[in-house]
């Protein structure tokens, strides 16, 4: 069994092949599936993903970095309100992006550590995205530290010692088709480090593994991933498949 620890199965992407996608996902031995939001036009295409697969879909709440605009007050109160109403697996995804927008950067930082507080509150996991930003979220992450800090540094593209760094603030490593990449890099050092901090994901419809790169990502190209993963640790498809599962039972208190 895989767990796809985040995928955006509501994106517009999917609209008209929703349904195949999900069945090509469960014959790859994908049965679960967290799902990362991005701001509140989102929301209702969450739900109704959620309905159409309730035993599969996991959701995450939460304010994307990139959506972080002068109407971030908003989106944040929109965030909380929703945790009111219903629970959720984590607060994510959540984080700076300095890639496409580096003038909102003190609001990101404001928006990350509010909803970091939040998870906190509510005892759940955070979800990270991190773009060309790994020491402003890491100056964040030091100033929010404790033991009730815990997560998944989402598609996790930095070098050895961001990694150490990232697990010693009580995160996973979220390992998705980067790891395929020749240029990726972190299929360099991955097996320094142990199989029990890596959570497997694609974040689908973005980043596909190779041989599909620069195509659509789906769920079911998770399976490539693992056999990378797989390749890297000497170890047997079947084993990452359970010890990231694993990993992911223990981050989603599922």
Request: glycine share 6%.
């Amino acid at each position: 069994m895989l767990t796809d620890t985040h995928t955006h199965l509501y994106s517009e992407a999917f609209s008209e092949d929703r349904k195949e996608m999900m069945e090509r996902a469960f014959e790859a031995g994908v049965k679960r599936f967290f799902i990362p939001a991005i701001d509140s036009e989102y929301t209702n295409a969450m739900y109704a993903l959620e309905q159409e697969f309730p035993e599969q879909v996991f959701l995450m709440m939460g304010l994307h970095p990139t959506s972080v605009k002068e109407n971030y007050e908003e989106e944040l109160a929109h965030v909380e309100k929703q945790f009111e109403d219903r629970n959720f697996f984590a607060v994510g995804e959540i984080g700076i992006d300095l890639y496409w927008d580096t003038s909102t950067l003190e609001i990101q930082k404001i928006a990350f550590k509010r909803q970091i507080q939040l998870a906190k509150k509510m005892n759940l996991p955070i979800v990270i995205h991190c773009r060309e930003a790994f020491d402003e979220i890491f100056e964040v992450l030091e100033g929010e530290k404790d033991e009730s800090l815990f997560g998944i540094f989402h598609c996790f593209t930095g070098t050895f010692e961001e990694a150490q760094r990232a697990i010693n603030f009580g995160m996973k490593l979220g390992i998705g088709g980067v790891v395929t990449f020749k240029n990726g890099k972190i299929d360099q050092f991955l097996n320094q480090i142990d199989l029990k901090h890596i959570v497997l994901e694609t974040d689908a419809p973005y980043l596909a593994p190779a041989p599909y790169r620069g195509k659509r990502n789906e769920s079911s190209y998770l399976a490539l991933v693992c056999k990378k993963v797989a390749e890297i640790y000497g170890i047997s498809e079947e084993e990452v498949a359970r010890v990231t599962t694993e990993n992911s039972k223990e981050i989603f208190d599922i």
